[in-house]
């Protein structure tokens, strides 16, 4: 090989190198770039939180149905558009995913100081960890750089996303789907600590006379949701500490007092009791693997290097 393909050969290593280290997402991404990102975005979250401590679950959800639609790409966040065709009229959205304005907020303050250079995928992921850390929940080093999509999927986000109906095995095949085991998924659940569910989404479960639910606990959310009509009606997924990220969503499931059929199946004598039980027992690992299943949940197939966009304003494409 003579000097001139040896030096094209290097060059072209160095290149392949600096693409692929470009392309990992790190929690210094901002630091020169917009180094007040963050604060900023946790100042916009906090006051958003603090306003009404339910956006805290809206934000986490909303963090977590992106990324399981096309990975974490702010997908979710567009609405439709020519060749758009936006997530958020799809079933597990539509009149359930909120928060799009805090959002658009913490967006809008960013590109105050720093025009075009965060993206809403990052903020997406930064705002999950900012709204937890509000209602005493844990937090976790963001990890940065992704971009935005430049399309919405409505049929992969009716297709890719749990249901509350789902069987454990489903939910299992689910979430190995996205990279995500037992474990982490069990640990995602206990977002369910905090936020509530509408009426429709648990009218079966509460009249269903079943084995898995306690019978006073059936009672009592049959006050909030009657056997017909009131769909909308909402009521906490934890009765007990509902603004509180706390570990009592598990010993609730213990109880047969999960108020989803998606969260109760995590505690029915299948693989995953072991790991309820656990959580219930100890807070501290609950906190710890949450944080570590939200940081490998934002890693799921995010656009990066020179793939995707940093869109203006995160409900169009520029």
């Not at 977590?64 to 979710?76: L, W």
Request: hydrophobic share 35%.
């Amino acid at each position: 090989m003579n000097s001139g393909n040896i030096y094209a050969a290097v060059a072209a290593i160095i290149f392949l190198l600096m693409i692929s280290c470009h392309a990992q997402l790190s929690s210094t991404f901002y630091d020169t770039t917009c180094p007040n990102a963050l604060s900023t975005i946790r100042t916009s979250i906090r006051r958003a939180v603090s306003s009404e401590r339910r956006m805290a679950a809206s934000l986490i959800r909303l963090h977590f149905h992106d990324c399981f639609v096309q990975g974490c790409d702010a997908s979710i966040l567009l609405d439709d558009a020519t060749g758009i065709t936006s997530e958020k009229t799809a079933g597990p959205n539509n009149g359930s995913a909120r928060g799009y304005e805090v959002i658009d907020a913490a967006k809008s303050a960013v590109e105050n100081i720093c025009p075009g250079v965060v993206s809403c995928a990052d903020i997406l992921a930064v705002a999950a960890r900012d709204a937890s850390a509000a209602v005493g929940g844990p937090s976790w080093t963001v990890k940065l750089g992704r971009r935005d999509s430049t399309t919405a999927t409505r049929s992969l986000a009716e297709s890719n996303l749990p249901s509350f109906r789902d069987s454990l095995d489903i939910l299992i095949s689910t979430f190995s789907g996205k990279g995500l085991n037992e474990r982490d998924m069990v640990a995602l659940s206990g977002a369910h600590t905090i936020g509530q569910a509408q009426c429709r989404l648990f009218r079966d479960r509460i009249y269903s006379n079943g084995t898995d639910i306690d019978a006073r606990f059936a009672s009592t959310r049959q006050r909030q949701c009657p056997r017909s009509g009131n769909d909308g009606n909402l009521s906490p997924l934890d009765l007990v500490t509902p603004n509180s990220f706390d570990n009592n969503y598990y010993r609730n499931l213990i109880q047969r007092r999960g108020l989803l059929e998606s969260d109760q199946v995590l505690f029915s004598g299948g693989s995953t009791d072991s790991i309820v039980t656990e959580y219930s027992n100890n807070p501290r690992t609950f906190s710890s693997d949450f944080g570590a299943a939200m940081i490998k949940m934002g890693d799921i197939e995010p656009l990066t290097g020179q793939n995707g966009i940093i869109r203006r304003i995160c409900s169009v494409v520029n």
